[in-house]
Nanobody, 125 residues
């Protein structure tokens, strides 16, 4: 399976971006798709997740109300709309897939099985 993330860029504080992640290959065993990020010098952290069938979502407290995760099952693609960006949102954003069953969106980095290459989001003040 391959996860291809794109949509990152450089924006000013308050700006918006739309990140996309296309899943190819053995897509039938997708249960949860997530976005996680890693800022320089920091550990990778959870941002948002969505269950592939029911569409149940979960967000980190730091992004609630600003970020929205969504999916297009027909295109095997997950999106992350990021609004009202802050300098502290600067990070490499990774999409990830969990391919073992869970009914809820997972929030732990260790619970994801497959990872994309990441897309850089830089927010200037």
């Amino acid at each position: 399976v391959q996860l291809q993330a794109c949509g990152g860029g450089s924006v000013r504080a308050g700006g918006s971006l739309r990140l996309s992640c296309a899943v190819s290959g053995r897509t039938f065993s997708t249960y949860v798709m997530g976005w996680l990020r890693q800022a320089p010098g920091n550990e990778r952290e959870f941002v948002a997740a969505i269950t592939w069938n029911a569409g149940t979502t979960s967000y980190a407290d730091s992004v609630k109300g600003r970020f929205t995760i969504s999916k297009d099952n027909a295109k095997n693609t997950v999106y992350l709309q990021v609004n009202s960006l802050k300098p502290e949102d600067t990070a490499v954003y990774y999409c990830a897939r969990r391919r073992t069953y869970t009914p809820v969106p997972v929030t732990s980095v260790e619970e994801y099985d497959d990872w994309g290459q990441g897309t850089l989001v830089t927010v200037s003040s």
